[in-house]
Nanobody
Framework: QVNLVESGGGLVQAGGSLRLSCAASGRTFSSYGLGWFRQAPGKERDFVAAKTWGGTGTYYADSVKGRFTISRDNAKNTVYLQMNSLKPEDTAVYYC?????????????????WGQGTQVTVSS
């Protein structure tokens, strides 16, 4: 069992930055692949970024490539999403997710554990 708790969301102007954090419980954090997803009102939950369980693989949605960076700190059981050059279309609830031995999956159905989400609002 893995419990995930996101933090770091908020209101920011277009062009600004935010860093989201997702703290995980459990002793085998390093064995989990981690993902960030987002869901805007009335839309499906979409893939944003993923980090493999070994930490060597990193994957991004085209819409955030070059602006967002996913990273993990296994010593702190935490995964981060650094978001730069934010746009109004980045406004959504952001969720972190975990999958045992995950290898960068992009489908919401492929993750076993989810956080409660954190709101990111980008004003124009």
């Amino acid at each position: 069992q893995v419990n995930l708790v996101e933090s770091g969301g908020g209101l920011v102007q277009a062009g600004g930055s935010l860093r989201l954090s997702c703290a995980a419980s459990g002793r085998t954090f390093s064995s989990y692949g981690l993902g960030w997803f987002r869901q805007a009102p009335g839309k499906e939950r979409d893939f944003v970024a993923a980090k493999t369980w070994g930490g060597t693989g990193t994957y991004y949605a085209d819409s955030v490539k070059g602006r967002f960076t996913i990273s993990r700190d296994n010593a702190k059981n935490t995964v981060y999403l650094q978001m730069n050059s934010l746009k109004p279309e980045d406004t959504a609830v952001y969720y972190c997710a975990a999958r045992l031995y995950g290898s960068g999956q992009r489908n919401v159905n492929e993750y076993d554990y989810w956080g409660q989400g954190t709101q990111v609002t980008v004003s124009s």
